[in-house]
């Protein structure tokens, strides 16, 4: 089973996204905000990561580089 983790600070976008991924049978690793991240991802890897990326301070930019870059996911 795929693993995603899925990172937004909308509570409600995390119950829905995350509800409609776990019913096409992945595995969902929710968390609202990219230090919450790397808490939830010590030790495990997951196949894909779906983020907000447009967020007040850009840690959702920052956090999508720091992965393009071989760190964490």
């Given at each position: ?9 909308d509570?409600?976008?995390q ?41 007040q ?10 992965l ?6």
């Amino acid at each position: 089973m795929a693993t995603i983790l899925l990172i937004d600070d909308d509570m409600h976008v995390q119950a829905s996204l995350g509800e409609l991924l776990r019913a096409a049978g992945y595995q969902v690793i929710s968390v609202s905000g990219v230090d919450q991240a790397d808490l939830a991802l010590a030790g495990q890897a997951v196949d894909l990561a779906l983020l907000e990326v447009a967020t007040q301070h850009g840690e959702g930019w920052n956090y999508l580089r720091m992965l393009a870059h071989g760190r964490g996911v």
